[in-house]
């Protein structure tokens, strides 16, 4: 089989073939037919990195089908088509009745399609980031960011809260798809100071709460502006990560205001992959508008050198295995 591996070299996308893996009776095997590229831990955590990555944290978002099913699970049988937390490669194991994070698979609706299924984990985190915030319809929350979380995070946020949302993007192709996709207002940061713009929005006052979701090397700057968004009293949530230096706190700033990282406690609000699969059956999160590029697998390398070099052309790039 073939699997997606990082080699030592920045910036180094490689197809291996290796042996079909063994399950084991507290696992399944699935077939995958498509998997997704997250753009910020797989292109800043793992692809600019010099050192070589365990191929098993290559992904983290694929759907396929179960054909093989180990003794001790229960919950899934042989062809059944499922999302799974796992790796980019043609056949995965999947550990479920001791899975580190669970649930690790899901089973899919018919209504799900494939693709729509490898935004799952990105729903799932969605769904309780923006549950975390406990916003309500009287509130609006500036969201920083446009990129798959932002994204992800903004549709939930209208569709289970529905606050008042603000996009904030310094990229058009991403500003025009926060509009496309639900956003009250969208600012572009690259035409327009979105300080400004977020407090002529509210009033003067800011935002009641304001969600960081920019990350990589642009979050310290995104950071930096969200400290001005938001209002007294009110939440500055930080979900962008990658930024490779020390996010810059004014303390004169955050007084009189929350500070959250986002932080996932999967044990005190269930529920969360089920809103998550609901949202996907129902088309809330709008997954085929935000696909821009497919590749078949064999491409993967020219798909992250995309993700890396050509930003503002790219939203969700997806890896296809099997048709």
């Known amino acids: 089989m073939k699997r997606v591996i990082k080699p030592e070299g920045a910036c180094n996308i490689e197809i291996e073939d290796v042996s079909l893996p063994e399950i084991r009776e507290s696992e399944v095997l699935i077939r995958t037919s498509r998997t997704l590229i997250s753009r910020g831990s797989e292109i800043w955590r793992r692809y600019v990195r010099e050192e ?16 093989q099913v180990g003794s001790r699970v229960d919950d899934f049988s042989m062809g ?13 194991a999947v550990e479920v009745v001791h899975a580190r994070n669970k649930p690790s698979v899901v089973s899919l609706p018919d209504s799900v399609s494939d693709e729509a299924a490898t935004f799952w984990p990105l729903a799932t985190s969605s769904v309780m980031w923006m549950q975390e915030t406990q916003a309500s319809s009287d509130d609006t929350m500036a969201m920083l960011g446009q990129g798959l979380v932002g994204s992800g995070c903004m549709q939930v946020a209208k569709q289970m809260l529905n606050c008042r949302v603000i996009a904030v993007d310094a990229l058009q192709l991403r500003c025009e798809l926060a509009k496309k996709l639900g ?9 327009t100071d979105p300080i400004e713009a977020v407090k002529e929005l509210t009033g003067g006052k800011g935002a009641d709460i304001v969600v960081e979701a ?7 700057q995104a950071f930096l502006q969200a400290q ?11 979900l962008g990560l990658y930024e490779d230096e020390p996010l810059p706190l004014d303390s004169s700033k955050i007084q009189g205001k ?6 996932l406690d999967r044990e005190g609000r269930p529920g969360g992959s089920d809103k998550a699969i609901q949202l996907l059956m129902e088309g809330k999160i709008q997954t085929e508008a935000m696909v821009t590029h497919h590749f078949g697998f064999e491409d993967a390398a020219e798909a992250f050198d995309l993700l890396y070099t050509r930003l503002d052309e790219t939203m969700a790039v997806m890896l296809v295995w099997k048709d």
């Open 52 to 67: 070589a990555i365990d191929p098993k944290i290559m992904g983290y978002s694929l759907a396929g089908t179960i054909v």
């Open 80 to 92: 059944e088509r499922v999302a799974a937390l796992a790796p980019h490669a043609e056949f995965v």
């Open 183 to 191: 956003a009250d207002a969208v600012v572009n940061a690259r035409q």
């Open 214 to 220: 920019v990350g990589g090397r642009a979050g310290a």
């Open 228 to 238: 001005d968004m938001v209002r007294g009293g009110g939440l500055l949530q930080v």
């Open 258 to 263: 929350r500070l959250v990282g986002g932080y």
